[in-house]
């Protein structure tokens, strides 16, 4: 059953989402993510506009949230269980490409946890000093959400373990013959990692989550019911077609299905009556760079770069950035995973490769018969 819940959202200045509904307002920070976006760039990295819009879509219950249903049905379990017993949830690992689902899964353990959820990320936790301000500040059976936890500092690291395994933090106060070490007991409370590169996190961390989890990207036929279901929250009319055609070219990413929906509200409003059907979707998101396969701009120039400038490969991803004058993480997060996906590249040991397919896409034939050797740390992204 869901619940009504009191989940309160308290940002740290990291990322805090500072919206919610009656219930959960916001006790802090309202600071929203940079934007990144480019126009001709479909990038599932949070933007502004996605913060603002995105909290208003987010499914508040785990009957709202679409797909990953293995995942949902264990978690759902656990939380059932954690519950029953008074107890506080395990802690959860939620790994996987940008724009799945991460956050509001967070948000919903919260909610049916009937607990608060502290939001922060990695690169905000910086000293020793904030997270022993965070934890101590944390009532029993609340969430920890701790986003981008691949870039914690390893000194902020080494405090979380204790804190984990134990409910307790040993911190030192003074220096030399004046210093003092003090173990302070915390309030059992869930943490929440999430991570795009779970390949980088430490051994001892990871090991500290009970519950550890993929998620994967979505079928098109879950992002049609994504795009209607946030439609129909928007005031915006779509037919089943139009949400299929938005669906196909969202890369299986529920933040850049809605995110393209609102390109194509927008379009449909201004040129038409606004209704959403497919033909109007298929030309608001070809001004949009989005092609059929929801390639946009910089996905098909690095497909480009690799298949005529570096003749298919192999080429490093430092090179390749640097050919595209893009951030080596943009190229690897956001671009690569999906490419990897739908089998238009592939990550060898010798570097980046096109398949036949990926190059053809890019307007290139490509020599068949290449003994390719796929890069064992490529599944990561699958
Ligand atoms: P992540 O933390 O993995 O980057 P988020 O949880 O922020 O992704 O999700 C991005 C947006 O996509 C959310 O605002 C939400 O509206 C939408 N979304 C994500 N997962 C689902 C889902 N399973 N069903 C419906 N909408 C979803």
Redesign the pocket.
């Given at each position: 059953m869901a619940k009504t819940g009191r989940e309160k959202i308290v940002g740290n200045g990291a990322n805090g989402n500072g919206s919610s509904d009656a219930s959960t307002k916001a006790e802090a920070s309202t600071d929203v993510a940079e934007d990144s976006s480019r126009s001709d760039v479909i990038s599932?990295i949070?933007t502004a506009d996605?913060e603002r819009?995105?909290?208003?879509?987010?499914?508040r219950h785990f009957e709202?949230?679409?797909?990953?249903i293995a995942v949902v049905d264990s978690i759902s379990v656990a939380v059932s269980a954690a519950d029953r017993r008074g107890d506080a949830l395990d802690h959860v690992l939620?790994h996987?490409?940008?724009?799945?689902?991460?956050?509001?899964?967070?948000?919903i353990i919260a909610r049916e946890m009937d607990s608060r959820l502290v939001h922060t990320s990695g690169p905000a936790m910086e000293r020793p000093a904030d997270v022993v301000g965070i934890l101590s500040n944390l009532d029993t059976r609340d969430v920890l959400f701790i986003?981008e936890i691949h870039r914690l500092s390893s000194a902020v690291e080494e405090y979380l373990y204790s804190a984990m395994e134990d409910f307790r933090v040993d911190f030192t106060t003074g220096q030399g013959a004046f210093a003092k070490t003090i173990n302070l007991p915390l309030q059992p409370f869930t943490l929440i990692g999430?991570t795009?590169r779970v390949g980088m996190l430490s051994a001892p961390l990871r090991d500290r989550f009970g519950l550890v989890y993929h998620?994967d990207y979505?079928t098109e036929e879950?992002l049609t019911?994504?795009v209607q279901?946030?439609a129909k929250i928007l005031g915006v009319e779509v037919t089943e077609t139009g949400a299929a055609e938005i669906a196909r070219r969202s890369r299986g990413?529920?933040?850049i299905?809605?995110r393209l929906l609102r390109r194509v509200r927008d379009y449909a409003e201004v040129k038409y009556d606004g209704v959403i059907s497919d033909d109007i979707a298929k030309s608001a998101l070809q001004l949009e760079g989005v092609d059929r396969l929801g390639l946009d701009r910089l996905d098909r120039l690095y497909l480009e770069t690799l298949a005529k400038n570096y003749d298919g490969g192999p080429a490093g991803v430092n090179a390749l950035a640097a050919t595209l004058n893009e951030e080596q993480q943009t190229l690897e997060d956001v671009v690569e995973p999906y490419l990897l996906k739908i089998g238009f590249i592939l990550r060898t040991t010798q570097g980046r490769r096109t398949t036949p397919e990926g190059a053809k896409h890019a307007g290139v034939v490509q020599a068949p018969g290449v003994e390719l050797k796929p890069d064992p740390q490529q599944t990561r992204f699958l």
């Open positions: 599932p949070k996605d819009v995105g909290n208003a879509l987010r499914p709202e949230y679409v797909g990953q939620l996987g490409p940008p724009g799945l689902g991460k956050t509001t899964i967070a948000h986003d999430s795009t998620l979505y879950q019911l994504v279901r946030s990413t529920p933040r299905a809605n």
